[in-house]
């Protein structure tokens, strides 16, 4: 523990056993201190415009924080913007709009096959399903492979709630042979999903090498699958708890309001933003607040504390998303606000849509209560819920 103008700062994940709900922990921890030291150095922002200054100011909170070179998150400057128009492009309105029919009838098949009236699990049988079928669809890979994803986003949940470096290193491994899997089966050139127009786009002219092609999918893929699946979990949990936004919402779904659907569920996610943080290094020296960071420092940009800072946000826990939306953090901020927000919203906007056009009511269940994700995770573990028929 180190002090700064009198306050204590501490590690906010130090006493993570003392509430399972991270967000009591960092709402707590920002109030005390916004800018928190670690034993080992590491600096994390909790107040949102610390946060916010930090994600604007790429030049001096550099992205180029990891030993591994991935794409685009690890770059900065001219070749983070040549990388990420690549990837915008994958992202265009367009293309969003032409993987809403598939992820409908994706969607649409695990609503219809859930049963009603019983305890059904929200992360397990809803949302790790539907993340797994969009995301294989959308990038052209074989239904067959489905069941070994769903196995690899369940240990991929686990081994990041444990913390295991070496866990996580074995569990990204071996999505990365999938990969290489998938991209062997494309060589002879005659596939034309989205995994193969990527193994053909070029960068400042240049071809992308195979390295740069599995980083780019594990991006889209790896953190996704789990981060949408993560997504459902919260968002049914909110509505499952609260009537009157479950019947507002489906009231916007029958009146085909998408905006207002979308702009409702990223709300949710601001009061219980799954996406924790992201990491920088300092490229100088940098003062936030009272405190001054070296050259070289890592830094965490806490979402999940920025996002519930009572200083932008009057009552964090308050659903307003017009007068919250200008300052809402979820899908971060600056150079590096996520590629994937439109697409990420669109599928939660199909699969919340057919969880709500199919049943009159969704309940949480009464044989056993809701299981939140232990810190340094955010969001919900287990939501069982009952689904009463339309």
Not at 105 to 128: F, Y
Not at 183 to 199: E, I, Q
Request: proline share 5%; glycine share 6%; with cysteine.
């Amino acid at each position: 523990m180190t002090t700064t103008a009198g306050r204590a700062h501490t590690d906010p994940h130090a006493e993570a056993g003392a509430h399972d709900d991270l967000r009591v922990q960092l709402d707590a921890q920002r109030a005390a201190c916004p800018v928190v030291r670690a034993a080992d150095g590491t600096v994390t922002l909790l107040a949102h415009a610390d946060v916010k200054a930090a994600a604007l100011d790429a030049a001096t909170f550099s992205s180029a924080v990891s030993a591994h070179r991935a794409l685009p998150n690890s770059l900065d400057g001219a070749e983070h913007r040549a990388y990420r128009a690549l990837i915008d492009a994958y992202m265009t309105p367009t293309e969003v709009a032409a993987q809403e029919p598939q992820c409908r009838e994706h969607a649409r098949a695990i609503v219809g096959a859930l049963p009603r009236g019983v305890t059904v699990r929200t992360v397990l049988d809803i949302g790790t399903p539907f993340a797994v079928r969009a995301q294989s669809t959308w990038l052209g890979w074989p239904a067959a492979i489905e069941d070994e994803l769903v196995a690899w986003v369940a240990d991929n949940r686990e081994a990041s709630r444990s913390g295991d470096r070496a866990w996580l290193a074995e569990v990204a491994d071996r999505f990365d042979a999938i990969i290489t899997r998938l991209l062997d089966a494309r060589r002879d050139g005659s596939a034309d999903d989205v995994t193969a127009r990527l193994m053909r786009d070029r960068v400042d002219g240049h071809a992308l090498p195979d390295s740069e092609i599995v980083s780019i999918l594990r991006n889209w893929t790896a953190g996704d699958l789990s981060s949408l699946a993560a997504c459902v979990g919260v968002i049914v949990h909110h509505l499952a708890s609260d009537v009157a936004l479950q019947d507002h919402l489906r009231a916007l779904i029958t009146a085909g309001r998408t905006g207002d659907v979308e702009d409702a569920l990223e709300e949710i996610l601001r009061i219980d933003d799954p996406f924790v943080s992201n990491r920088r290094v300092t490229t100088r020296d940098v003062t936030v607040g009272d405190e001054t960071i070296k050259a070289g420092t890592r830094v965490v940009l806490n979402w999940t504390a920025a996002n519930r800072d009572p200083e932008v946000f009057d009552n964090p826990d308050a659903f307003n998303p017009a007068a919250h939306a200008e300052d809402n953090l979820v899908f971060g901020i600056g150079p590096h606000v996520c590629p994937g927000r439109a697409l990420t919203l669109m599928e939660l906007r199909v699969i919340i849509g057919e969880l709500l056009a199919q049943t009159t009511r969704i309940t949480m269940s009464r044989e056993r209560g809701p299981i939140r994700e232990r810190p340094p995770v955010s969001g919900w573990a287990k939501v069982p819920i009952v689904l009463d028929p339309a």
